[in-house]
């Protein structure tokens, strides 16, 4: 009924006019897929008239002006979008003016690492970063941007209104704040285990280049690896312990044609500079300590308290002292077993 809806603003047509065309106009004038004429031909047989041509306004359909055609392209393209946010952000979209990364919901301190780092310098470099807000690898890119006050955009397998994970609730609120969200699944419609996986098609779809920072063998970001090598997009790896099973997936990718990212720097400059213009306080950090540069290499090694006063000669209560005072500052966050994680 919306894709209708919009045919008959943009060919200037009544809404009646559109429901008595043929199905073969549609497929000749309009090109349209063969799913999208199925849909239309099952929506005329369960529906006796067109129904009302109104379409809210935060509903995005094909013929609108700011939807992607690369979602057009799609083997099933997706009916409309649901979206909140930045509508400026569109045209960034379409253009494919973005990067996805995404990965496992159970990940290694090190991709969780390697995630924030990505996050913070990708906003840096100006580039909207996609991902599926999902646990783990998603969800740590995306406070990451969010810190960095980057632009986030969020690909939902859900409908806007609803938040999986629940305690995802502040950072949802965060991407749409700042950013944009965006799901084709109605305010009505039902949540199964296949609608996350049909989500990864959209979030390739509007992206340039798609990162896996870490995936097991069996994983949603190995579906959406698969769509971006079909349609050409730039694939990058992070490899990861060879020996543990979160980055078995991701691993196996380097083995054929995905690139392998082991320097954010040097993918930034692969990737040049992005289309959102960086603020003046967010391009130069604060110069840290040569103390506390080597504190934090450790905490990035992942030792652990003891492994960093016999590496650093130092008394265990002295860096212990200094980890709290880093913690406050908002640079590392306590983890279980004595260890630490930047951020």
């Not at 995005?60 to 979206?83: H, I, K, T, V």
């Not at 290694?108 to 807000?133: D, F, K, N, T, Y």
């Not at 979030?203 to 090598?229: D, F, M, N, T, Y």
């Not at 320097?263 to 003046?280: K, M, N, S, W, Y």
């Amino acid at each position: 009924m919306q894709q209708l809806a919009g045919l008959s603003c943009e060919m200037d047509c009544g809404l009646g006019d559109l429901w008595d065309w043929p199905l073969s106009r549609f497929r000749d004038v309009l090109g349209w897929p063969e799913s999208l004429i199925r849909s239309l031909a099952r929506y005329r047989q369960a529906c006796r008239s067109p129904g009302s041509v109104a379409v809210p306004d935060h509903v995005l359909l094909p013929m609108d002006a700011c939807w992607p055609e690369s979602l057009s392209g799609l083997d099933r393209p997706p009916l409309s979008l649901q979206w909140c946010g930045r509508r400026d952000l569109w045209p960034l979209l379409s253009s494919r003016q973005a990067v996805a990364v995404i990965g496992t919901r159970r990940p290694s301190a090190h991709g969780l690492r390697m995630a924030e780092a990505l996050g913070r310098s990708l906003s840096l470099a100006g580039w909207p970063v996609v991902s599926g807000l999902a646990e783990g690898i998603d969800a740590a890119v995306h406070r990451a941007c969010v810190r960095s006050r980057g632009v986030p955009v969020g690909v939902l397998g859900t409908p806007l209104h609803r938040v999986y994970p629940q305690d995802h609730r502040g950072l949802q609120q965060s991407v749409a704040e700042i950013g944009l969200l965006f799901t084709e699944l109605r305010d009505d419609a039902g949540v199964r285990r296949s609608t996350f996986a049909l989500r990864n098609r959209l979030l390739v779809a509007v992206a340039r280049a798609v990162v896996i920072v870490e995936c097991p063998k069996a994983s949603g970001a190995l579906h959406s690896a698969a769509i971006a090598q079909s349609i050409g997009l730039p694939l990058w790896v992070v490899p990861g312990d060879a020996m543990r099973h979160s980055a078995q997936g991701s691993n196996a990718l380097l083995q054929g044609k995905a690139s392998a990212l082991v320097d954010p720097r040097a993918f930034i400059h692969a990737l040049g500079t992005g289309p959102v213009p960086c603020q003046d306080s967010m391009v130069s950090p604060t110069a840290l300590k040569p103390s506390t540069e080597k504190l934090l290499q450790q905490v990035n090694d992942g030792a652990t308290l003891e492994q960093m006063a016999k590496r650093l000669q130092e008394d265990p209560q002295h860096i212990a002292k200094n980890l709290m005072q880093l913690e406050l500052e908002g640079v590392v966050t306590a983890m279980p077993g004595l260890r630490w994680r930047s951020l």
